[in-house]
Structures are given as structure tokens and as C-alpha cells.
């Protein structure tokens, strides 16, 4: 019997090496880089790496929750977001850029179809999901 659940419940979840629960256990599946992610039809679509000056005056989707934020915030400097549209997960901010709330900066599996993807220039943040479990 499979049941699925959000949260730290169970005897194994998939989930971020930084979100483990407690004293969970960590087995790596994957890393993922992390991307800007543009609403579609966005006007900086297709122009290659974007430096945080350009996106000076874009709305934000961001979510202060994960440790991406602290990051992204370190990496625009004077040109952070001051009230950023705020998302309780990254699959919740991934929804609200393809809603055309903002661009995000998220991991590229969570880049909503018909949304366009480019790098964020002088960024390097990678995630790593695994399998988290209790040690017992």
C-alpha cells in the first residue's frame, strides 16, 4: 500500500537534502541547477544570461521558506526585489510565474511549460532531492 503525503511523515520521502526533517538520513538521487524562470512571452526571453541590473525593475516570486532565497537575495544585491510576490513552496512560485506574477528563480524541473528559461548571470546554486529516512 503506497501513500503519498506532504510532509515528514512516513518510512521514506523524496525530497531536498536541505528540507530533511529531524535527524533524517539523506541518500542523493540528483542535483539540479537553478534558473530564471520568465512568464511566458516575457520580453527577456531568449536574450542569454541576464545580470541582476537588468532585472532591476521585474516582479519577484520568491519563497523565503527555502534556503534559495537567502542566495538569490546575496546574488541581486541593491537590485533585490523590496516586496517580492511570496510563495509557500517552489512549486507554488513555479505556478505563479507561469500565472505571470513574476519571474522566479527555481529549479530547472520546476520550469512550468511555456514558460521560458535563461540563466541568471554570476549564479551558481544547485539543489540536491533524495530519498530522506529515519535512522532507525
Known amino acids: 500500500l503506497l501513500t503519498l503525503e506532504e510532509g515528514c511523515c512516513g518510512d521514506v ?8 526533517c529531524g535527524d533524517e538520513l539523506f541518500i542523493p538521487l540528483l542535483e539540479e541547477e537553478f534558473v530564471l524562470v520568465l512568464p511566458p512571452d516575457h520580453p527577456l526571453a531568449g ?3 541576464l545580470a541582476p541590473a537588468v532585472l532591476a525593475d521585474e516582479p519577484w516570486v520568491t519563497c523565503p521558506r527555502h534556503d534559495s532565497h537567502l542566495r538569490l537575495i546575496a546574488i ?15 512549486r507554488l512560485a513555479a505556478t505563479m510565474v507561469a500565472a505571470g ?16 528559461v535563461a540563466e541568471l548571470a554570476a549564479s551558481s546554486f544547485k539543489r540536491r ?6 535512522p532507525d
Open 76 to 90: 541581486l544585491g541593491n537590485q533585490a526585489p523590496l516586496y517580492p510576490r511570496r510563495a509557500g513552496s517552489l
Open 47 to 49: 536574450k542569454g544570461a
Open 101 to 116: 506574477a513574476g519571474i522566479g528563480w527555481l529549479p530547472h524541473s520546476l520550469c512550468p511549460p511555456g514558460c521560458a
Open 129 to 134: 532531492v533524495g530519498l530522506c529516512y529515519a
Open 13 to 20: 520521502r523524496l525530497g531536498c537534502e536541505s528540507l530533511r
